[in-house]
């Protein structure tokens, strides 16, 4: 109980620090040492690192990341020149079902890299940033199995998601969801955003940084990070 009420207290710095005392030395230690923004900060003012994931199916337990997209976002400045895409190479096969969906085909995973290599880019670009996702559990899920799985240890990723963002402000407008409305590429028509290619890792990440800069517009003052974040 105790602890339960210092967590509630502190959030995540307090826990960010609990798990660095048990982390391994390595790329999730590093991680970890690096201090999170903080919560009252100005949310337009904040580092941020929008993340896709395209992933062989839903269950990180039993399916695979396929390829990783990121980019950085300082305030409200994207960093195109941050931008990055990686196709894994898999230790099973693509299924056609996620293969039509995301269009990577066993070849192009067979000379993909490590995943390994590619986390460790990851983690060491999102220390000290918020991470940004649409549908973030996804992400969050995929990426803490991974971990787990490398490193032996547990992760955790102050985060933004733009899906939540959206389901909040249609509760505030007490009507009924539409079928499709909270996707990615319906939330950016409303903000008459760009259409970009879907199920590509590094478009899809672009397109959510540029949904959650969109969403920030919608508050006509200055919101503190923690109003955006969303806690578990």
Not at 13 to 39: S, V
Not at 133 to 158: D, K, N, Q, S
Not at 163 to 182: D, S, T, V, W, Y
Request: charged share 25%.
């Amino acid at each position: 109980m105790l602890l339960e009420c210092v967590e509630r207290c502190f959030g995540h710095d307090f826990r960010r620090r609990r798990l660095l005392a048990r982390a391994p030395a390595g790329p999730l230690r590093d991680y970890l040492a690096t201090p999170f923004p903080a919560p009252d900060a100005p949310s337009r003012e904040t580092a941020y690192l929008a993340l896709d994931l395209e992933t062989t199916g839903a269950d990180p337990a039993r399916n695979e990341i396929v390829s990783f997209g990121w980019v950085c976002m300082d305030g409200d400045r994207i960093d195109l020149g941050s931008a990055r895409h990686y196709i894994v190479r898999l230790r099973g096969a693509v299924s056609d079902a996620s293969a039509v969906i995301h269009g990577i085909t066993d070849d192009q995973c067979q000379t993909g890299c490590h995943l390994e290599s590619a986390l460790a880019e990851l983690l060491a670009t999102l220390a000290g940033r918020v991470m940004i996702a649409h549908r973030a559990e996804t992400e969050r899920g995929f990426v803490g199995h991974a971990c787990e799985a490398i490193y032996g240890g547990r992760i955790l990723i102050p985060t933004v998601d733009t899906l939540r963002i959206a389901i909040r402000a249609k509760a505030r407008q007490n009507r009924p969801l539409q079928r499709g409305e909270l996707r990615l590429s319906a939330l950016r028509q409303k903000y008459s955003l760009p259409r970009y290619r879907a199920h590509n890792a590094l478009s899809d990440a672009l397109s959510t940084a540029e949904l959650f800069l969109a969403q920030q517009t919608e508050s006509v003052e200055t919101t503190p990070l923690k109003n955006w974040l969303t806690l578990r």
